[in-house]
């Protein structure tokens, strides 16, 4: 199948056919992978696939503590 590109805004870009985004379930972002002459398109249908088990590892490292504090030194919680 050849596929123009085309112009858009000072990028190009290509458009997929409904047929590629039906038969491979390709919904809002992809991701491109650079290889040797060429690259490759895969879709990304569950971007947060992996996370639960990446977060038990880090905690599991001792490396889940927090950058910013829940409740800063001057900050009170009466209202």
């Known amino acids: ?3 123009k ?3 858009i805004g000072n990028s190009k870009g290509i458009i ?8 491979y379930d390709i919904k ?4 491109i992978t650079l290889g040797e002459g060429g690259f490759t398109l895969k ?7 992996g996370w ?5 590892k880090i905690s599991k490292l001792g490396e889940d503590e927090l950058l ?3 409740v ?3 900050e009170t919680l009466d209202e």
């Open 16 to 23: 997929l056919p409904k047929v590629i985004l039906s038969k």
């Open 68 to 70: 910013i504090p829940d």
């Open 52 to 56: 639960a088990e990446a977060s038990k």
């Open 43 to 49: 879709p990304i249908n569950k971007p947060r696939a």
């Open 28 to 31: 809002n972002q992809l991701v």
């Open 72 to 74: 800063f030194e001057n």
């Open 5 to 7: 590109v085309i112009k």
């Open 1 to 3: 199948m050849i596929i």
